[in-house]
């Protein structure tokens, strides 16, 4: 089974750029789409960006992220995604997650940040400290 392990995040200053890195590890072969999410205290989880990885990468975003934040992939190995986060808003603490799928939902073209991830990580948590 695919296993995710996230790392970044922790405490930043309001407007810093904190990035958060999930290194995917076991059948990676087996997924074509990672994601991350989030979950504040209170509220529900959402999808925040996710990624097609074979080819160029087809992103999306949530449109509370557009703009400020990047999902990408290490190029090299295609087991890494990245989150860099922009321009950090007051909305934006939170735990993320990272998540992975390669079942049939999940192909070119297809709205990967509202469909079911079977992996995921444990998560890192964001804050914002002054």
């Known amino acids: 089974q695919v296993r995710l392990a996230e790392s970044g995040g922790g405490s930043v200053r309001p407007g810093g750029s904190p990035r958060l890195s999930c290194v995917a590890s076991g059948p990676t072969w087996s997924v074509n789409c990672m994601a991350w999410f989030r979950q504040a205290p209170g509220k529900e989880r959402e999808g925040v960006a996710a990624i097609y990885t074979p080819g160029v990468g087809m992103a999306l975003y949530a449109d509370s992220v557009k703009g400020r934040f990047t999902i990408s992939q290490d190029k090299r190995g295609m087991n890494t995604v990245y989150l860099q986060m922009d321009s950090l808003e007051p909305e934006d603490p939170a735990m993320y997650y990272c998540?992975?799928?390669?079942?049939?939902?999940?192909?070119?073209?297809?709205?990967?940040?509202?469909?079911?991830?079977?992996?995921w990580g444990q998560g890192a948590q964001v804050t914002v400290s002054s």
């Open positions: 998540a992975a799928e390669g079942g049939a939902d999940c192909y070119s073209g297809s709205p990967i940040l509202g469909i079911e991830y079977t992996y």
